[in-house]
């Protein structure tokens, strides 16, 4: 069982940056693909970004490409994001989301594949 839990998130005007982390416990870390997904008010939980168990690879959503980056500590247990050139739209509750997985190199950005999943944190970006 893999507990995850997000901190970072909080209120930044448009063009800001924040970074966000979501720290887990329970399991091996480092047998987990992760993922961030985030919900707005009034719409379906979207995929950000995903990363697979080693780091090596990365995967975004294409709105994403080029202002986020995720990124992993296994060392720490943490995987984090780091949010740039924020807009109003990327105003939503962003989910940690974790996958135990054989494939080092896999990512994976449908809902479904993952297992578990943390309680979010919110992030306003005001115009």
């Known amino acids: 069982q893999v507990q995850l839990v997000e901190s970072g998130g909080g209120l930044v005007q448009a063009g800001g940056s924040l970074s966000l982390s979501c720290a887990a416990s329970g399991g091996t870390f480092s047998n987990n693909a992760m993922g961030w997904f985030r919900q707005a008010p009034g719409k379906l939980r979207e995929f950000v970004a995903a990363?697979?168990?080693?780091?090596?690879?990365?995967y975004y959503a294409e709105s994403m490409k080029g202002r986020f980056a995720m990124s992993r500590d296994n060392a720490k247990n943490t995987v984090y994001l780091q949010m740039n050139s924020l807009k109003p739209e990327d105003t939503a509750v962003y989910y940690c989301a974790a996958v135990r997985t054989p494939y080092s190199g896999a990512y994976y950005y449908k809902e479904y594949d993952y297992r578990y999943w943390g309680q979010g944190t919110q992030v306003t970006v005001s115009s």
């Open positions: 990363i697979s168990r080693s780091g090596d690879s990365t």
